[in-house]
């Protein structure tokens, strides 16, 4: 007995089978043969014979040693922990893990034409300008996406519908408007809101960063792509595909011999030809081909995330540390103060003291107006900023913490809200004195835009904050799509020929300068000052020659039609009348 008591060792107090435990004095970690390992290193101290730092043994190793030294059986570790607990604690993955979604689902037909398709349109449609061409070629990049996006097993929901019509219906803005600032702005705003209706983005993370996820998958998307392409090839091909394509190669055969015989026996019937197709035997082929390329990527791109979305939704951004009630309070009440205080003198002067200040200032009238409204936008800007931060760091441990928060940010974003009321007023001051331009007309416009933000923010604090980032997000794409719709460039004609109808005054030098969309209005004055504001857009117009209809907007058929039935006259004096101050001009 006593030898076997020796085999056994001195831990084997009630047999060979009985559970071993680990000594009270022992450092916590995972036990590997007697030695401790910690939970982040990759290293220990070596405990035999004095010996030095070493690395951690092995499996087999450790269950070698364990049984010679406790007597166990071959290969066991008493100290191991049980299979499927982890030992060591795993690194925390990286952002690009957390937002990566599953494998995409297969390529499918419908998207491969799709994408072909889009990148079809684009060569032809994109090369002469951007007009009604640019919403066709995006038609069949989104017909790919949503094939994608369904073979994927994904369903619309009503906030990705709103996008994707908000996507469609900002495009109808290069449709319509010939000015180039409304219509880029309106494709940057279609770009994100397609971004948004292919992520599903609903948080801050997700409306920030997802029109990046579109840049982000284009190599993917062509590795995906190809993919397709190969196991459609390899694999069991389609018995519908064969016909399709005998039928389009017939049809196009058909096209081609009767329209060839119709256009050589009418005039009329082959210039409505020569205009509805595209012109393919100038030199713009590399541009074509360039084109063809970036509207196939563009709308693979797009198939790709309908397929299998990044979700930055899934990124959280961690509150700072709370504050205390007086240390986040304190700043903030006495901006609320300072806001009041500015408040009731702007009350006083924009409604009723106006003359009164202009004296005791010594300012002119122009000075006055427009130097305040550029210093109340950049305050309109620092006060969400300042609104940002401040719910950072608020204090939120109990339900009077966060109504001390409601009551502050409500306070200072309603006493915004008239700061914004009186920027807008000193505008419309500045406008009536000196004329409407595009710079106006577009900081007013922000300047109204970062107002109902501010609505939304105290919605939110009333209602909730959680459709507040796609709400910011939407007023935008809104804010831009009725930018469009009313002509920029019409409405800065229009206010300029009002005011020159009214005391006689007109910048002649500025409105030649405007876009085919100003020559409606531009057309009600009287000549010579008609000939010289339109001169310059109808030598615009001669030297951009003949447009296919699908790169034509709108405004230019109106103003070519217009100059086409009342041309210009060429020998006009065009003696310029009395302008507004040139230094007060922005």
């Excluded at 925390?92 to 990148?119: F, H, M, Q, Y």
């Excluded at 969400?384 to 204090?395: C, S």
């Excluded at 058929?557 to 020998?571: F, N, S």
Aim: a positive charge.
């Amino acid at each position: 007995m006593a030898q076997r008591a020796a085999r056994r060792g001195p831990f084997a107090r009630g047999g060979p089978n009985l559970p071993l435990r680990r000594p009270a004095d022992s450092p916590r970690g995972d036990r590997r043969g007697g030695v401790a390992v910690s939970e982040n290193a990759a290293e220990v101290p070596g405990t035999a014979g004095g010996a030095g730092a070493g690395p951690v043994p092995g499996p087999a190793a450790q269950g070698a040693g364990t049984a010679g030294a406790v007597g166990g059986p071959a290969g066991r570790d008493p100290w191991k922990a049980p299979a499927g607990v982890a030992v060591a604690r795993a690194a925390a993955p990286g952002w690009d893990a957390v937002v990566r979604s599953g494998p995409a689902a297969p390529v499918t037909a419908a998207t491969l034409w799709g994408v072909l398709g889009a990148a079809v349109a684009a060569a032809l449609l994109l090369a002469d300008g951007v007009g009604i061409g640019l919403l066709l070629a995006v038609l069949p990049a989104a017909v790919a996406a949503y094939a994608a996006a369904r073979t994927a097993g994904r369903r619309a929901r009503p906030w990705s519908l709103v996008w994707a019509a908000g996507c469609l219906a900002l495009l109808v803005v290069p449709a319509l408007r010939d000015s180039a600032w409304p219509s880029f702005l309106a494709v940057l705003a279609a770009f994100g809101s397609a971004a948004f209706a292919l992520h599903g983005s609903r948080t801050w993370p997700g409306v920030l960063l997802g029109p990046a996820g579109l840049f982000a998958a284009a190599p993917g998307a062509v590795r995906w792509g190809w993919a397709g392409l190969r196991a459609r090839g390899a694999g069991r091909r389609d018995p519908r595909l064969l016909p399709l394509l005998k039928a389009a190669g017939v049809a196009l055969v058909l096209l081609v011999l009767f329209g060839a015989l119709f256009a050589s026996a009418d005039a009329a019937f082959a210039e409505l030809l020569e205009r509805m197709t595209p012109d393919l035997s100038g030199t713009d082929g590399p541009l074509r081909l360039v084109l063809f390329v970036l509207g196939g990527l563009a709308a693979l791109a797009a198939a790709r995330v309908a397929a299998a979305p990044m979700r930055w939704d899934r990124i959280r951004v961690t509150p700072g540390r709370a504050r205390s009630r007086a240390e986040w309070a304190l700043p903030l009440i006495v901006l609320d103060l300072l806001f009041a205080g500015f408040n009731a003198v702007q009350l006083t002067v924009l409604f009723g003291g106006y003359p009164e200040v202009l004296e005791r200032t010594g300012l002119s009238y122009a000075e006055y107006a427009r130097q305040g409204f550029w210093q109340l936008l950049w305050a309109t800007v620092l006060t969400l900023a300042v609104i940002a931060l401040a719910l950072r760091w608020a204090p939120r441990s109990s339900p009077g913490d966060r109504r001390l928060v409601r009551a502050v940010l409500g306070a200072l974003c309603l006493l915004t809200l008239v700061v914004v009321a009186s920027a807008l007023r000193r505008m419309d001051l500045y406008v009536d004195a000196y004329g409407l331009t595009r710079l106006r007309l577009s900081v007013a416009a922000v300047e109204l835009w970062l107002g109902v933000v501010l609505v939304l923010i105290v919605a939110a604090g009333v209602f909730g904050a959680r459709l507040l980032p796609r709400a910011v997000a939407a007023s935008a794409g809104a804010f831009v799509l009725t930018f469009g719709l009313v002509s920029p460039d019409g409405l800065v004609a229009g206010r300029n020929v009002a005011r020159f109808e009214r005391d006689g005054r007109l910048d002649l030098e500025y409105v030649q300068f405007l876009s085919a969309d100003a020559v409606p209005a531009l057309d009600r004055l009287p000549e010579p000052l008609r000939s010289c504001a339109l001169a310059g857009i109808r030598e615009e117009l001669r030297l951009s020659g003949d447009v296919p209809w699908y790169a034509t907007s709108l405004g230019e058929r109106r103003a070519r039609r217009i100059l086409r039935e009342r041309p210009p006259v060429p020998d006009a004096s065009c003696a310029r009348p009395r302008s507004f101050d040139r230094g007060s001009r922005y």
